[in-house]
């Protein structure tokens, strides 16, 4: 592949950084982005807007410390439209007139930090267009980011900025998001903490008008956006 690819992580754990990224031959021929962010412990999004104004070139990869991909990235990215935001999985919000349908496509494998025993956490399909990703791995082409002006809300420290960079690109210009297949292992099972509450209640009141109801991987009640208070149904297999 001609074009740069770029991953890019904010690191807390090295251990878990240089098994999962550093030295993870999938990634083999992408330019490696480690921000330390030991000693200060900024909020993610400050550390990818920061990365962002350094103006790079090519395919952006936004990946936690603990995300490892489990295939080659580079022919990934070749199949890929420039013009769309993507990710190995994420959620849709289906509106209909008396109960919004949450539909759940792509896939990830998911385990505790020593990667042992891995369970596939996969959706009804396995790709297809979404309103939002999780947060573990972001991947947009760095033009699409200049042309429509997208960045990161560094009002969300730690919980929910994928999911907001998703939404407020199509809010902003109808920007579409779509889930792949991507073999990848997230070690981290994730937990709701107070924190995602809040985080999430922030994107409430953003969305509280909208162009359409948007909803978090993370527990199919964790809605936001348009028409907030209309029941909503997890379609499941």
């Known amino acids: 592949m001609e074009q740069e690819v770029f991953v890019v992580s904010v690191v807390r754990d090295p251990g878990m950084y240089q098994t999962c990224v550093r030295d993870n031959p999938c990634l083999a021929g992408c330019r ?27 395919w952006l990869i936004f990946c936690h ?92 420290c730690f919980d929910m900025y994928v999911e907001d960079f998703c939404a407020a690109a199509f809010e902003k210009a109808g920007i579409r998001t779509y889930a792949i297949p991507l073999d990848c292992l997230h070690r981290s099972a994730g937990r709701i903490a107070r924190p995602f509450r809040q985080a999430l209640r922030y994107v409430r009141g953003k969305y509280a008008v909208s162009r359409k109801r948007y909803a978090t991987i993370v527990g199919h009640l964790n809605t936001f956006g348009r028409h907030p208070l209309k029941p909503v149904r997890k379609i499941k297999k």
């Not at 490696?32 to 900024?42: A, M, P, Q, S, W």
């Not at 995300?67 to 439209?81: I, K």
């Not at 190995?88 to 792509?106: A, K, Q, T, Y």
């Open 32 to 58: 490696l982005v480690c921000i330390d962010n030991r000693e200060k412990n900024r909020a993610v999004p400050v550390c990818y807007n920061e990365f962002l104004s350094s103006n790079p070139s090519g």
């Open 65 to 156: 410390e603990d995300w490892q991909a489990l295939e080659p990235l580079l022919p990934v990215l070749e199949r890929l439209d420039p013009a769309h935001i993507y990710g190995p999985i994420g959620v849709f919000v289906e509106e209909r007139p008396f109960c919004d349908h949450l539909l759940v496509r792509g896939a990830v494998r998911q385990s505790g930090k020593d990667g042992g025993s891995p369970v596939l956490v996969r959706g009804l399909e396995p790709e297809g267009r979404v309103d939002t990703l999780d947060c573990q791995c972001l991947i947009v082409h760095a033009s699409l980011v200049a042309r429509a002006g997208l960045h990161f809300d560094e009002r969300l």
